[in-house]
């Protein structure tokens, strides 16, 4: 979308910014630079959810430094949609063609919203389930979400900068958990009760109910920042060429998951949690060289060492290696398809990636704690395949 576009239908109105004044055009005052940043959260705040892509920011900044180095009035919206679809309204127009922005926009700013806090500990995966669910539930809601500038999810992905609160505090929390186990749709997690205040909402919500109303903004909300992704689609790329002298068109990637550690830990073990098996990975894995020519696994695992002796009599197998789980994150989710062991990082790669999923049907064990905690139903995304 071009930068007039974006001027057309993202500025905003701010009678004070135009009295601004710069001796050198080319620098931003102190002040200059805080109002530019006020107009971008109120138009991130406002805008429909196709137009946050992550260069959304930089061109609105562009568009408004270009208008008041010329001197030019700024423009504004006329009629959006918000992030969560709600009508912002008809504004009015000044004598001057500048938009005059009605109250009813200040107070969409001031819904109530629900504010996702990541007290559980738990990995990326766990805090991407977290994530997700607060989006889903806020839609639903018709209430605003706010995460704190400093979470995880915020250093992996390039989450909406309307989202992001460095400061958000809850004065009287009013904390909204799930009834069930983490792997259990609540239905009353979904439908809050009492919409007219500000809550903030526990438990680990590993349920894609949760968020089946706004997948596909899930997915462009995860988009990984440059230092994983660029890696991560480099590696990728050196892959392919390891194993095929062919054009990377020619070739179909696999990711594979593979969860050893704690998953194999006694204690773990006995709460329910299992590690797939090295025939459940030697199954799929062949089922895939059946369907397709040209085949490459790239394994991510805590575990290399085993998954090495797994898989040693195959040369179509590379492993990523002295990665952060984002970048492997980035890595299995940009494969054509997803082989899935067990967790919520399994989970989010099959998630993410555009191809098919397979996941390890024998999780978790039949009568623990966790088989009481988790429903497949509500847990497994329904079009992924079980082994």
Not at 300 to 322: I, Q
């Amino acid at each position: 979308m071009s930068l007039k576009v974006y001027h057309n239908i993202v500025l905003v109105c701010i009678p004070f910014f135009i009295s601004v004044a710069v001796k050198d055009h080319n620098l931003w005052s102190h002040e200059t630079s805080r109002v530019i940043i006020t107009v971008i959260d109120q138009q991130m705040a406002l805008a429909p959810s196709s137009l946050k892509d992550s260069n959304y920011t930089a061109q609105i900044q562009s568009t408004l430094m270009k208008d008041h180095q010329q001197n030019k009035p700024i423009t504004t919206l006329k009629r959006l949609k918000d992030a969560d679809g709600m009508s912002v309204g008809q504004n009015k127009t000044a004598p001057n063609g500048n938009v005059i922005v009605t109250s009813e926009k200040n107070k969409l700013a001031n819904r109530p919203f629900i504010y996702q806090s990541f007290e559980l500990n738990g990995g990326l995966g766990n805090h991407m389930f977290m994530y997700a669910s607060l989006i889903g539930i806020a839609k639903n809601n018709n209430m605003l979400s706010k995460i704190r500038s400093d979470s995880l999810i915020n250093r992996a992905f390039n989450i909406p900068p309307y989202i992001v609160d460095r400061t958000v505090r809850l004065k009287n929390p009013r904390g909204k958990r799930e009834r069930f186990g983490g792997g259990v749709y609540d239905d009353q997690m979904f439908e809050l009760t009492d919409k007219s205040k500000n809550t903030s909402l526990g438990g680990f919500l590993q349920s894609w109910k949760y968020f089946h109303n706004v997948a596909e903004e899930i997915k462009s909300h995860f988009h990984f920042r440059s230092q994983f992704l660029k890696p991560a689609v480099e590696f990728i790329s050196a892959a392919m060429k390891t194993v095929y002298s062919v054009p990377p068109t020619a070739v179909t990637t696999i990711g594979v998951h593979v969860r050893r550690g704690d998953a194999t830990w006694p204690e773990k073990l006995q709460l329910g949690y299992t590690a797939a098996d090295d025939a459940y990975f030697n199954k799929t894995m062949n089922s895939f060289r059946k369907k397709y020519e040209k085949v490459i696994f790239i394994v991510c695992s805590d575990g290399l060492d085993w998954c090495r002796k797994a898989f040693k009599s195959s040369t179509d197998v590379v492993y990523s290696e002295n990665h952060t789980m984002e970048v492997d994150l980035a890595i299995l989710s940009h494969c054509d398809h997803v082989i899935m062991s067990t967790g919520s990082f399994s989970w989010w790669a099959g998630f993410l990636t555009k191809g098919e999923v397979t996941y390890y049907k024998n999780w978790p064990k039949e009568k623990t704690w966790l088989s009481k905690s988790t429903s497949h139903y509500d847990y497994f995304y329904p079009d992924w395949s079980p082994v």
